[in-house]
């Protein structure tokens, strides 16, 4: 059973950078798209981006300037720096599994597995 | 991007009855449609994707229909376990948007 663990400070300052991890386990790492997705105290879901295990990446256009996205595989963990955060920015932060592709093509698929979450406030 | 809007905001249900949700996209999105159930404290859970196809585990007591631009998850005989926060989410395209939630409330 593929389980999503994500990890990180729970309080980041106004301006500074917002960093989380994502571990995987029972499963691997290969052939997904890795979605980190957020939701605001009381309001609904909001999808941030993924990255595939060979690195690349797709952003959402209203947090592109800020964000990155990074994968290390040997670890089965994929990484989230935001930077440059608000009071906007606090949420619940949570890691997800999507679309898979085999060798030949991509097959589109919604968030199956989620981790629990972790809530992150952007306060002074 | 694709708009999701879901209606109504809030249904309230009688344990046992029949619970019927909308969502509607701003733009076709085939059957690239999901379905999660929201609990509080919890994350997401996928209920249906493709549109009618329940995801593994989920009860038949859950059904969705429709395509291209308007969507119903079913539930019938509620239990007390889906008192929650229902999303519907297109995975067409990019970005990933979901609607703003249903929550269906306990009459």
């Known amino acids: 059973q593929v389980q999503l663990q994500e990890s990180g400070p729970g309080l980041v300052k106004p301006s500074e950078t917002l960093s989380l991890t994502c571990t995987v386990s029972?499963?691997?790492?290969?052939?997904?798209?890795w979605n980190w997705i957020r939701q605001s105290p009381g309001k609904g879901l909001e999808w941030i981006g993924y990255i595939y295990f060979s690195g690349s990446t797709t952003y959402n256009p209203s947090l592109k300037s800020r964000l990155s996205l990074s994968v290390d595989t040997s670890k089965n963990q994929v990484s989230l720096n935001l930077n440059s955060v608000t009071a906007a920015d606090t949420a619940v932060y949570f890691c997800?599994?999507?679309?898979?592709?085999?060798?030949?093509?991509?097959?589109?698929?919604?968030?199956?597995?989620w981790g629990q979450g972790v809530l992150v406030t952007v306060s002074s | 991007e694709i708009v999701m809007t879901q209606s109504p905001a809030t249904l309230s249900v009688s344990p046992g009855e029949r619970a019927i949700l909308s969502c509607r996209a701003s733009q076709s999105v085939r059957s690239f449609l999901a379905w999660y159930q929201q609990r509080p404290g919890q994350a997401p859970r996928l209920l249906i994707y493709g549109a009618s196809t329940r995801a593994t585990g989920v009860p038949a007591r859950f059904s969705g229909s429709g395509s291209g631009t308007e969507f119903t998850l079913i539930i019938n005989s509620l239990q007390s376990e889906d008192f929650a926060v229902y999303y519907c989410q297109q995975y067409v395209n990019w970005p990933r948007t979901f609607g703003q939630g249903t929550k269906v409330e306990m009459k």
């Open positions: 029972g499963g691997s790492i290969s052939h997904y798209y």
């Open positions: 997800a599994r999507g679309t898979y592709c085999s060798s030949v093509s991509c097959y589109q698929f919604p968030f199956e597995y």
